[in-house]
């Protein structure tokens, strides 16, 4: 009689463990599910790309050095960073994610239509390889048409650009420069520097 009060204890014990195993199980399981990022916490063997947060000088896992003379103005909405390099010209930084901002043509494309098309250079496309980053640099002038996005566009004549796209495992960065022709000419030289000083 005693041996048998034993086991039956001994089954309950066990019923009631194997009871709280399955509910620590439905609740991690529901945990993950309302929170998938959860699953990849504390894991060493994931494999994800994930970008460091970006600085005035950083995005994407990719880094540059800041021409001297060119001045980190205040953040703007949509920017990585914005360079003052004189009152009418600046260096606008982009970073938007994984997998977007779209590919390299689209953008070379975008940017050569942000020019009226009978009033502009032949674009000059350059593609370059530094630090193991592929890197495609567009120069461009002519008329600028801006406004175009709240459907009040102004021509500006004898306006210059300078934009590139740098690739990034995760996701492009780009810089572009816009401004007086004159002064983005100035500007040409710092811009390829920069790019050059672009590392992992």
């Not at 975008?110 to 193991?132: H, L, S």
């Amino acid at each position: 009689m005693k041996t048998l009060l034993i086991l039956t204890l001994a089954f309950l014990i066990g019923c009631a463990s194997k009871s709280e195993q399955t509910e620590q199980s439905k609740a991690e399981t529901k945990s993950v599910q309302e929170n998938p990022h959860e699953s990849m916490r504390g894991n060493p063997h994931r494999k994800d790309k994930i970008a460091p947060k970006a600085t005035p000088n950083s995005a994407s896992g990719l880094s540059w050095e800041i021409p001297a003379h060119w001045k980190i103005d205040a953040s703007r909405s949509m920017r990585v960073a914005t360079y003052q390099i004189d009152t009418e010209t600046d260096c606008a930084v982009f970073y938007f994610g994984e997998g977007q901002g779209g590919d390299v043509q689209a953008n070379i494309d975008r940017w050569v239509g942000q020019f009226a098309e009978t009033d502009r250079t032949e674009p000059k496309v350059d593609k370059m390889v530094e630090n193991g980053i592929n890197i495609t640099l567009l120069s461009l002038q002519g008329t600028f048409i801006t406004g175009t996005m709240t459907g009040n566009p102004i021509p500006k004549p004898d306006f210059g650009m300078l934009a590139a796209v740098c690739e990034s495992e995760t996701g492009p960065v780009f810089f572009k420069i816009t401004g007086p022709e004159s002064e983005v000419k100035k500007s040409h030289e710092d811009f390829v520097s920069l790019l050059k000083s672009v590392k992992k």
